[in-house]
């Protein structure tokens, strides 16, 4: 079938990029307490990116028949002959040179039956565990597993292609009586089965228990540390579009014009570390087809690089940093592929800290201004530290500030060595006043 399109494309006289996906997503979920969905979703679609004379064209089908497929074609070139030429959009051609494994038969083989058993067992052994507690949680979550297959193919020449598998446990949720934090446990793996579930389950009671009666503050103006989700939200929807190559060209982000200057504490080194296997997000080629590769981005404060796809990365006379994003049914973006920050101490990062607060989980991210760098966030989870260790909980402090000054006011980097999703690294700042 592929062979045909990139036959028939030949024949019209355009050069064709052939992009297929194809995922299987088996989950089960629960809300309030109760069993809320069971299904197993199969998802595939094809894109397609044709160049007549130069000129770009896009089409994308999840109807993957040979009369739709030929339909696809004229569409595309359709829509490239009513665009501009644009030299810079080229179709990769130099072979793939990662060879991560992110595939695991272990968890392929795992029954549909098995995710329901395990979906099920996570609520209800969480709910007895919080009962002998004398908490009432009301809960959500569930398992869920992906397989997914990503194929690449053009006209030049070029085919690559990549599976990978995730399995996913999460529960979340609150206590009315008596009253608690929003606390959630998210356990991630791509080569194995990850935490049980009773380990899941007893992490979020431990949560939930010393989340109780939190106390509500307006502001945070004392030192911080930021686990590694909290950071990474931060920094995926501030920092993550501030880089990408095409906004800082246009002048849409705070670090235009900004390589080679100290953005960050020297104790920062920032690296989008796409062709990793600890990261869930990882894979061995980008949306293009240009493998992917340790982006070293910020080295100890000094911004070194931007992230590009093709077409940008040649307009800045550049190669791409295989940091192109897309779905088949999705346009070409540029976003990080993950964000680890090398550790700069093995210590206790809370252990010296008089009076702070450990901030686990936030919320509003996604608002944040890549233009200025500027974010407001609610703290959902987190707690006050005094005398070096974690004291009362905390419910819906503002945390205000910018990219820059985060960055900047960061003393100390640790974290553990784990398969997550983005960000692996828990960060200390120093004081810092932190409201609207």
Request: charged share 25%; with cysteine; hydrophobic share 35%.
């Amino acid at each position: 079938m592929i062979e045909k399109i990139l036959a028939k494309a030949s024949k019209l006289g355009v050069e064709c990029e052939v992009y297929c996906s194809k995922i299987l997503h088996t989950y089960s979920s629960f809300e309030n307490n109760k069993l809320a969905v069971f299904e197993d979703v199969l998802d595939t679609g094809i894109a397609l990116r044709v160049l007549y004379n130069k000129k770009p064209g896009y089409a994308s089908t999840c109807n993957i028949t040979p009369k739709n497929l030929d339909r696809l074609i004229k569409h595309a070139i359709k829509l490239a002959k009513l665009n501009e030429e644009n030299s810079f959009i080229k179709f990769q051609d130099k072979p793939v040179r990662n060879t991560i494994t992110l595939y695991s038969d272990r968890i392929t083989e795992l029954s549909s039956s098995k995710i329901l058993d395990d979906s099920i067992g996570l609520l209800n052994r969480t709910l007895e565990k919080s009962e002998k507690l004398n908490i009432k949680p009301v809960l959500s979550g569930g398992v869920e597993k992906f397989l997914l297959e990503i194929q690449i193919y053009n006209t030049s020449g070029f085919e690559s292609k990549y599976k990978k598998t995730i399995l996913r446990k999460m529960i979340y949720g609150k206590s009315h009586t008596p009253p608690s934090l929003e606390c959630q446990v998210e356990d991630y793996s791509i080569l194995s089965e990850g935490k049980s579930i009773d380990e899941i389950s007893d992490e979020f009671v431990y949560k939930l228990k010393i989340g109780l009666k939190p106390t509500r503050k307006k502001t945070l103006n004392n030192k911080l540390i930021l686990s590694p989700s909290a950071l990474g939200e931060l920094l995926y929807h501030t920092f993550g579009q501030a880089i990408n190559g095409e906004n800082m060209a246009r002048g849409r982000s705070f670090l235009s014009d900004k390589i080679g200057v100290q953005i960050a504490s020297e104790k920062v080194s920032l690296i989008d570390w796409g062709n990793s296997n600890n990261f869930v997000s990882a894979r061995p080629f980008d949306g293009e087809g240009t493998s992917t590769r340790k982006n070293i981005l910020i080295d100890h404060g000094v911004l070194k690089q931007a992230i590009y796809d093709i077409e940008w990365g040649a307009r800045a006379g550049l190669e791409s940093t295989g940091n192109a994003h897309r779905g088949y049914h999705t346009p070409l973006n540029i976003n990080l592929n993950t964000i680890s920050i090398p550790s700069t101490t093995t210590g206790n990062l809370i252990e010296d800290i008089s009076k702070g607060y450990y901030i686990e989980t936030i919320t509003g991210a996604h608002t944040s201004n890549s233009v200025t760098g500027d974010f407001g966030v609610v703290v959902i989870g987190g707690y006050s530290i005094i005398d070096g260790e974690i004291s009362k909980p905390i419910y819906g402090p503002l945390f205000s500030s910018s990219c820059l000054n985060v960055l900047n006011s960061i003393v100390d980097v640790a974290g553990p060595e784990e398969q997550v999703t983005i960000n692996q690294t828990t960060v200390k700042l120093s004081p810092v006043m932190i409201e609207f």
